[in-house]
């Protein structure tokens, strides 16, 4: 077994962490720009505490916003990058600070809808300070961005984009609202499942996966009906860092892979998107690897998801997905037409979702008729 196992340079977890921001920050030097998301609120006291130059994400991350902001940085000598925020800002963030060192225009390094060039140049020190738990963006190697003009989502990727310092402080999820937890929380959950079945999955991922299962599964309906319980935002907090951990070690899958295209023709959140996907992508995966490799180790891997959800020792592969319907019912997670959405967009959705990067590390392979009849399963399941 060979595998490779590659991380932000220092990780640092716990309540009230986040007040140690301001002195790891000089360490870089002087000049560090602060990148915030939509909420700027959540992140107003410790950017009151940089005294530093802004630069707000209001949405999902796009081509044009990051080159604004590799720019910016160059023509404010920035020394250093911090981005406080969701998985958005945290995106942003990685993005910018590596094209001020590299080039600002990100379509020269871009998967899919760019050059595809890699990487030369180290990025200026970079900060992640998550405030919500989900994406577990501030321990990856990549940032999604969106293209418009492409009507799909693509990943700036590479080793030189991992932070160097993730600051994880639950504290500054307990904000978050019931609709945002749910959909981050179950962004978290996919970012847990889909690398435990991967087709890249190893012994260190594993181990990152069950445990982040078990705090998700324990936790999540107490960080959305009680949004100060210490203890369930410590669990999420944790579940959505080692989600993070085990994607950019292990790779994702089916869910991810249509999330990618459907976010980019859409204003539908990322977490929304995979929530609403998430049931149908277990289902697909389990009814293809029964009907063409019944001996797949990725169905006992199923199998210890849906005993790890439901707490059962006994659970079934489809008590785990019963077990996701009802939260998502529970969580009122909006169908995907909610989001304009529509059948006629489908036969795109599933070209696009097909040479997603994402799809790479599904189980096996999904054929066109299987990529398709689920997301029609998707688009037409009430609320999810």
Known sequence: MRFEFATATRIIFGEGTSASLPDLTRAFGTRPLVVTGASRERAAALVSALSAATFAVPEEPTVDLVRDGALHAQQMHCDAVIAIGGGSAIDAGKAISVLATNGADPLEFLEVIGKGHALSSPSLPF????????????????????????????????????????????????????????????DALTQLIEPYVSARANPLVDALCVEGITRAARALRNAYHNSADPDARRDMAMASLFGGLALANAGLGVVHGFAAPLG????????????????????????????????????????????????????????????????????????????????AELPSVVEKAAKASSMQANPLPLTHDELRAMIEAALSCEPC
């Open 127 to 186: 900060i992640a300070v998550p405030t919500t738990a989900g994406t577990g963006s501030e321990v990856t190697r990549n940032a999604v961005l969106g293209s418009p003009q492409h009507g799909v989502k693509a990943s700036l990727r590479s080793p030189l984009m991992l932070p160097s310092i993730a600051l994880v402080d639950p504290e500054l999820t307990y904000a978050l609202p019931p609709a945002l937890t749910a959909f981050t929380g179950l």
């Open 264 to 343: 980019g023709q859409s204003k539908a959140p990322h977490g929304a998107l995979c929530a609403a996907l998430l049931p149908h992508g277990m289902a697909a995966n389990v009814a293809a690897l029964r009907s063409r490799a019944p001996q797949h180790p990725a169905l006992e891997r199923y199998a210890a998801i849906a005993r790890l959800l439901t707490g059962q020792g006994d659970a079934s592969i489809e008590d785990g997905i019963q077990w996701l319907r009802m939260l998502c019912s529970e969580f009122n997670i909006p169908a995907l037409r909610v989001w304009g959405i529509t059948m």
